[in-house]
């Protein structure tokens, strides 16, 4: 597989202004970030406690106490910091900054002499720091920190976080790689492959690119590290135990075999994620074309074989995990916003290596869909776990939906979604354009100016996306006056024209990507028009549980019904394959969107038991409402329903 080495233009180098994200942006940084804020410091009345500073803050001998939360407590405060570090980029805050400052002062006091930096175990277990990768999180709460050092680094230019991650990172290489006397283990939650890949270029030290390597080379290897690890452990179990649980574990880590012999997705969908994104960072950087052919494997696999339509993944709760090829059920799913994250994270990395429309296809399906639905309107309430159907009766009762929260929620005892997305949204910026030899590509529809220093080159793109079809992209700086322009062509849109300056543009499409190469000069315009029907989605027959119905999208936007607009007993309801599909503006709460509206049918009211031949097949003529996916539960709790019946 060829590897094509996209660089991504960096969140300081592209200012958001469109409508939606600009929105969105603007959401994160005066509602999202000040209310993570005081969650972190448990300043939130009637929220699930979180602890995250306080640790730090007991870590550091600043107060007294014991901790608090899950082994994984540190990485909330490490997102968080990560978010306001991308929210700095391009909207400078000076109590925002002082904010961070002194919540970084805090980590570097918490920190040991030899650099270890994670609070469960300064607090609680220090005898026990390294033994138990597979299930303790040490090298997750280090990865997510080193993604936020690397981000304020290049915010701010302060580097008291880097340097406290560079002894993290020392600290983490005298202990694991191939040396004598090192230990030969990896992660049990995958992040610090990628976040170590990130400290690389932040700081041109390739010692972090090496580790990199090793992390991802080393998993799955006999004899498997877990099993010596749990030797020393689990000494008094017997045998019989000890095999089921190790079975199990190796999958749901992905350490099952080698990476580069994994070809589908298997165990905990956000581990494989950051698994997926550090060995195509991996591939990228080390030119591996066998690691990118296995990550175009996988990302195959997740995207086409077990994806749910929204882009959520990860189809059962039992370990918030994959299961098999097609097994996607809608009221019970997990589709945890983290793996949404997670998958864009690793489409995003594919995007780099191979230029092909299936990439940001999908950054934009789980963006628009999985990943937003996890937030409410005003920031303040939260999903972990995003169904495609719920019936809120159901929800309460059932044993097996007592994942499925029927409305947001304040906060969280495992808080990882909120500031996950939060930093997503964020940093959304570097999705946007790459550049290589070739030019300039544009991958996503947003809003926005962007500032291509290494090439002379600045680009201005007006849009109404993803509610309207048309893009307007105006060449604001050419310095360098021969290059492409390439712009993504959604797999959804099947009909569309592409101008320059008003005349029909001449380009070369391949994999989805329309290339106009000519001469450029400042105020030159480039106008794509894509026609953005609403179109009725199915399923694979082989996903069971949708025969016979149909999904609505427009553009990349998944729709749903709610009760509040269509009524109870959402299942009684038809969408007959003939009837007109409207597209209205949305007032009110959905000011500024569009929705749905189609002739459809209802079941009669029932006149006969609990079975019935004689009102079997009666049906009513009604008006169906269909409203974003992203925006459902704004209302109050109620049912919603994604896949309708045909």
């Not at 969140?11 to 958001?16: W, Y």
């Not at 038809?574 to 049918?601: C, H, N, Q, Y």
Request: net charge negative.
């Amino acid at each position: 597989m060829e590897i094509s080495k996209a660089i991504p233009v960096g969140v300081k180098d592209v200012k958001i202004n469109g409508a939606f994200w600009a929105e969105k942006q603007e959401d994160v940084r005066n509602k999202i970030i000040p209310y993570q804020w005081n969650a972190l410091n448990d300043n939130v009345t009637g929220a699930t406690p979180s602890h995250a500073i306080e640790n730090f803050r007991i870590a550091a001998g600043l107060s007294e106490g014991e901790f608090h939360g899950f082994v994984f407590q540190d990485s909330d405060v490490a997102k968080w910091l990560e978010a306001a570090a991308y929210s700095l980029m391009n909207h400078p805050d000076p109590e925002l900054e002082a904010k961070a400052d002194s919540v970084i002062g805090i980590i570097e006091k918490a920190q040991q002499e030899d650099g270890y930096l994670d609070t469960a175990f300064i607090l609680k277990d220090r005898e026990l720091r390294w033994t138990n990768l597979i299930d303790c999180h040490e090298l997750y709460c280090a990865g997510h920190m080193m993604e936020a050092a690397a981000a304020f680094y290049t915010a701010t230019g302060k580097d008291k976080l880097l340097r406290v991650m560079e002894r993290v990172a020392g600290c983490i290489d005298s202990v694991f790689g191939p040396g004598e006397g090192k230990k030969k283990g990896y992660p049990g939650h995958e992040e610090v492959e990628l976040a170590l890949v990130k400290m690389y270029r932040a700081t041109g030290n390739h010692k972090y690119l090496d580790m990199a390597k090793y992390f991802i080379d080393e998993r799955g290897k006999q004899p498997h590290y877990f099993d010596v690890e749990a030797d020393r452990r689990m000494s008094g179990n017997t045998a019989a135990d000890y095999s089921y649980w190790k079975d199990w574990a190796y999958e749901y880590n992905q350490s099952h075999k080698p990476v580069r012999e994994q070809d589908a997705a298997i165990g905990h969908a956000v581990r494989a994620m950051y698994l997926y994104t550090g060995m195509a960072d991996v591939a990228l950087e080390t030119n591996d074309e066998v690691l990118a052919r296995a990550c175009e494997k996988l990302f195959d696999n997740v995207a086409f074989r077990q994806m749910y339509i929204t882009g959520g993944i990860g189809s059962s709760a039992h370990g918030e995990s994959f299961t098999f090829d097609y097994d996607l059920p809608n009221d019970t799913c997990y589709t945890e916003t983290c793996a949404s994250i997670g998958l864009v994270f690793f489409a995003n990395r594919m995007l780099r290596i191979r230029r092909h429309h299936k990439y940001g296809d999908i950054i934009e399906q789980a963006l628009y869909n999985g990943v937003l639905s996890g937030v409410s309107l005003d920031g303040q309430k939260f999903f972990y776990v995003n169904p495609l159907e719920v019936w809120p009766e159901s929800a309460n009762k059932r044993n097996d939906k007592r994942h499925v929260r029927i409305e947001r929620q304040k906060w969280f005892g495992c808080a990882c979604c909120p500031p996950n997305l939060a930093r997503m949204v964020a940093s959304l910026g570097e999705y946007v354009y790459t550049t290589d030899d070739s030019g300039v590509q544009v991958h996503l529809y947003v809003g926005s100016e962007a500032d291509i220093r290494d090439k002379g080159i600045g680009l201005s793109v007006h849009t109404e996306y993803p509610w309207d079809g048309a893009v307007r992209i105006t060449v604001k700086e050419a310095r360098e006056r021969s290059f492409g322009l390439s712009l993504r062509i959604p797999g959804w849109c099947g009909d569309y024209e592409i101008s320059v300056n008003g005349n029909k543009a001449d380009f070369s499409l391949k994999d989805g990507y329309a290339c106009i190469m000519r001469d450029w000069s400042e105020g030159d315009e480039v106008t794509l028009l894509m026609d953005m029907p609403v179109k009725r989605m199915r399923a694979n027959p082989e996903l069971r549980y949708n025969a016979g119905k149909v999904a609505l999208m427009r553009g990349p936007v998944v729709y749903c019904l709610e009760e509040a607009d269509n009524g109870g007993i959402l299942t009684s309801l038809r969408l007959p394959a003939d009837a007109a599909l409207k597209v209205t503006d949305g007032s009110g709460l959905f000011a500024g969107t569009k929705l749905i509206e189609a002739d459809g049918m209802r079941s009669a009211p029932w006149q006969g038991g609990l079975y019935s031949a004689d009102s079997a097949g009666t049906e009513q003529k009604t008006k169906l409402t269909a409203v974003p996916y992203f925006m459902w539960n704004n209302r109050g709790p109620g049912e919603m329903l994604v896949w309708i019946r045909e």
